[in-house]
């Protein structure tokens, strides 16, 4: 990994745990972090009262061009869905969950950053 490439994971790191930290703090519990399957990672997958919400974080520094939230395309989302029913099948009885995407979107400077929570963002 070059310098550039891991400045840039830890910002995202940084961005996933600010994101994580968000939610915790408006009532969601961690249930993993950095999931990895077949298809992709989820960044985080919490619990959301009954609901599995499987959470899509992206940082930017600003939103000159894109916003954070526009830079996941259907590609993407696809690759998000095919892992989170990999993690539901990994439970048991995977039917009895209920589940959405969400996305978390962190711009600006992290330490003050301003923070954006898309609930059910897109459908599987």
């Known amino acids: 990994m070059n310098s550039r490439q891991v400045a840039t994971t830890t910002t995202g790191d940084r961005a996933e745990t600010i994101a994580c930290q968000h939610l915790e703090v408006s009532g969601l519990i961690t249930l993993t972090r950095k999931y990895r399957g077949r ?6 997958i919490m619990r959301d009262g009954g609901i599995i919400a499987f959470v899509e974080v992206r940082y930017r520094r600003n939103n000159r061009i894109l916003n ?3 830079t996941i395309d259907a590609r993407k989302c696809q690759r998000i869905t095919k892992t989170a029913l990999q993690y539901l099948q990994s439970l048991k009885n995977p039917d009895n969950y209920c589940y959405r995407f969400d996305v978390v979107t962190v711009t600006g ?5 301003t923070i954006d929570w898309i609930r059910d963002a897109f459908q599987a």
């Not at 400077?109 to 950053?113: A, E, F, R, T, Y």
């Open 68 to 70: 954070a939230a526009e």
């Open 39 to 44: 298809f992709g990672e989820i960044d985080l």
């Open 109 to 113: 400077n992290l330490d003050k950053p």
